[in-house]
């Protein structure tokens, strides 16, 4: 019994034929079974390599390289929520912003909250300079969040 | 008189990512007419004679990279679009995506013409989800309209365009790097020669060109060469290798202004016009101390440099590595430029990628001793260390594979070298920074 429904290995599938070489949908496959599963287990690796006819060690390969995947023992929140720290945001508040936040949820960079609702992260510049301080909650950008805009936004998350 | 915006014009409009409303401003006319009247060595000599050059932070001429594919070669040759906007502070092609996709895709499918490719990879970074949705719908809408896919237009030119997303690594914004991470490695770059334009993804020739680059080639295609040239700065005649700096820019404003956004301006406008003309000032009534013009990499200028004018050769003439994204943050006086070095020393030794040792360890190094600044606890010498290290770590030197550590190390030397007393100021007195205590990060990544 593995860890990846049929119906995920058909949407996994349904790459291959995009790319010259099946290797190229390690991404997509990581992407797809992350965010179905909040993790990517040893156990799901050996299953993505069987799909494009991989050793299991060349998707830890690139997944460990990304640090963006939760592996083995680690798992996601419902929402992760990224706080910025790039220049941009750090001049307008984003340090403050970071503590403020792992203060409200009792976890740092990296944790998830007990309830598992919150992951909180910080981020390398997301691109978001025009709403500074700018956070990500799971890939979508929240601009000029105050530390009351973020309360707001976590107790809406924690529902 | 103002400039009218021509990458920018329709982002305002309402309903502007929908293929609909951009047909009805004209848009892919300029595609069909390519694809009945030119060749496609006509319009890789167009984009040539523009003198447009690469937007992502290079600057190196668009269609003389398209050039240097192989002659009759059988194919496939493959288009990758570089939509990893890492640069920190950086967020044009964002706004592009978001707002004006068929834009972008049209010259996507321009340069695919042209190159005779049959298929273009689009990498997006992750952290533009919305960017990434907005171009899903807007590629689906090509393939309904005929406009992708086999025999485009009873043409007989086929093209698919497959959306692919990163996985928040800055070094995918690396040509070679992008192209390791596209085929599902780690984003290690290559060395290089081959150029991707002779061996690049799944060992194909390949070009890989910017999203803002390739808007451009929508505009010098429509527009054409007169009007491109018409705008910016032209070649220094003192300076024979220099290709001039032509067409519209996107500048991005950022930090210490009451009015952070993306402007399309004609190359070559100053610091200071862009803060008081386009940024609404420096906030809260404050004066700049200074400001980093194109993403970190570029380094930073002193308030007395503002006259520097953002086009391909001003920033070099002020210390700084070029004009990169043409990003600018503006930082005010009352901030530590410790603070701000350390972030930026954080930053690239956060994302060095790990592969050459110089800049594996340096970045690290930087990032300790500017972290050790702040904590009221540098040395005599630290200075001149990070200089140092700074100058030894890079493409320059010739200690790495990528210019990550150059874009790691000039921000470390112009910011110490421009701002010296301050540092020297902030050692003796051993005083803690603003930040000092703040941002002890567990469960880094």
């Not at chain 2, 018409?230 to 220094?236: N, T, Y």
């Not at chain 2, 005599?380 to 200089?387: G, H, P």
């Given at each position: 019994m593995g860890v990846l429904s049929e119906s995920l290995k058909d949407r996994i599938r349904a790459y291959i034929p995009k790319y010259p070489r099946k290797q190229a949908v390690t991404l997509p496959a990581l992407h797809l079974v992350h965010d179905e599963l909040r993790t990517v287990s040893n156990e799901a690796m050996v299953e993505i390599a069987e799909i494009l006819d991989l050793h299991p060690s060349e998707v830890q390969d690139t997944m460990t390289f990304y640090a963006f995947f939760k592996g083995e023992g680690e798992k996601l929140g419902q929402t992760r929520l990224w706080v910025c720290r790039g220049l941009a945001c750090m001049l307008r508040g984003a340090y403050e912003l970071i503590e403020h936040c792992e203060k409200k949820l009792g976890v740092h960079c990296g944790?998830?909250?007990?309830?598992?609702k919150i992951t909180l992260e910080f981020a390398e510049c997301i691109g978001g300079c025009d709403g500074a301080p700018a956070c990500l909650m799971d890939d979508k950008h929240v601009m000029n969040v105050t530390p009351e805009k973020a309360d707001k936004l976590i107790g809406e998350l924690r529902q | 008189m103002p400039y009218e915006p021509?990458?920018?014009?329709?982002?305002?409009?309402?309903?502007?990512?929908?293929?609909?409303?951009?047909?009805?401003?004209?848009?892919?006319?300029?595609?069909?007419r390519a694809l009945v009247d030119l060749k496609p060595e006509q319009v890789v000599a167009q984009v040539k004679d523009s003198g447009l050059r690469g937007r992502g932070g290079a600057g190196f001429p668009c269609g003389l990279k398209w050039t240097f594919l192989p002659k009759d070669h059988p194919g496939p040759i493959y288009l990758c679009v570089?939509?990893?906007?890492?640069?920190?502070?950086?967020?044009n092609n964002r706004i592009l995506m978001e707002k004006d996709p068929h834009q972008v895709l049209e010259g996507v499918m321009l340069a695919c013409y042209a190159i005779k490719s049959r298929k273009a990879f689009f990498y997006v970074r992750y952290e533009y989800g919305d960017a990434f949705r907005t171009l899903t719908a807007a590629v689906n809408e090509l393939y309904a309209a005929g406009l992708l896919g086999e025999n485009i237009l009873g043409s007989g030119f086929n093209l698919d365009i497959v959306l692919h997303r990163g996985a928040g690594a800055y070094i995918c914004g690396e040509e070679t790097g992008l192209i390791e991470s596209l085929e599902g490695k780690r984003a290690w770059p290559r060395?290089?020669?081959?150029?991707?334009?002779?061996?690049?993804?799944?060992?194909?020739?390949?070009?890989?060109?910017?999203?803002?680059?390739?808007?451009?080639?929508?505009?010098?295609?429509?527009?054409?060469?007169?009007?491109?040239?018409?705008?910016?700065?032209?070649?220094?005649?003192?300076?024979?290798?220099?290709?001039?700096?032509?067409?519209?820019?996107?500048?991005?404003?950022?930090?210490?202004?009451?009015?952070?956004?993306?402007?399309?301006?004609?190359?070559?406008?100053?610091?200071?016009?862009?803060?008081?003309?386009?940024?609404?000032?420096v906030w809260k009534g404050r004066k700049a101390k200074a400001a980093n013009p194109g993403g970190l990499s570029m380094g930073f200028v002193r308030a007395d440099e503002f006259h520097m004018p953002l086009d391909f050769n001003g920033p070099g003439r002020f210390q700084c590595l070029g004009l990169g994204t043409a990003a600018v943050t503006v930082i005010d006086d009352q901030t530590s430029m410790v603070d701000v070095l350390h972030n930026t020393c954080q930053f690239f030794a956060h994302e060095s990628c790990g592969q050459c040792t110089p800049c594996r360890e340096g970045?690290?190094?930087?990032?300790?001793?500017?972290?050790?600044?702040?904590?009221?606890?540098?040395?005599?010498?630290?200075?001149?260390?990070?200089?140092?290290?700074?100058?030894?770590?890079?493409?320059?030197?010739?200690?790495?594979?990528?210019?990550l550590a150059d874009g790691a190390g000039w921000p470390v030397k112009t910011a110490i070298r421009k701002f010296r007393e301050e540092f020297e100021g902030a050692i003796k007195s051993g005083e803690k920074s603003k930040y000092a205590k703040t941002l002890r990060v567990v469960g880094a990544h």
């Open positions: 944790q998830t909250t007990p309830d598992g | 021509v990458l920018l014009a329709r982002i305002n409009k309402p309903d502007s990512p929908k293929l609909e409303g951009y047909r009805a401003d004209g848009g892919y006319s300029t595609f069909e570089n939509a990893d906007e890492s640069e920190p502070c950086t967020y060395i290089k020669p081959p150029f991707p334009a002779i061996e690049g993804a799944f060992r194909k020739p390949t070009i890989v060109n910017n999203v803002e680059t390739l808007a451009c080639v929508t505009q010098v295609m429509k527009r054409g060469i007169d009007w491109f040239k018409s705008l910016g700065v032209p070649p220094d005649p003192k300076n024979p290798r220099d290709a001039g700096s032509y067409g519209p820019k996107l500048y991005t404003i950022a930090g210490h202004v009451n009015e952070p956004k993306c402007v399309e301006l004609p190359m070559g406008i100053t610091i200071t016009d862009l803060i008081e003309q386009h940024g609404g000032g970045t690290g190094w930087m990032e300790k001793i500017t972290d050790r600044l702040r904590r009221g606890q540098g040395r005599k010498e630290d200075l001149d260390i990070l200089i140092d290290v700074a100058d030894r770590i890079g493409i320059m030197p010739g200690t790495t594979i990528c210019g």
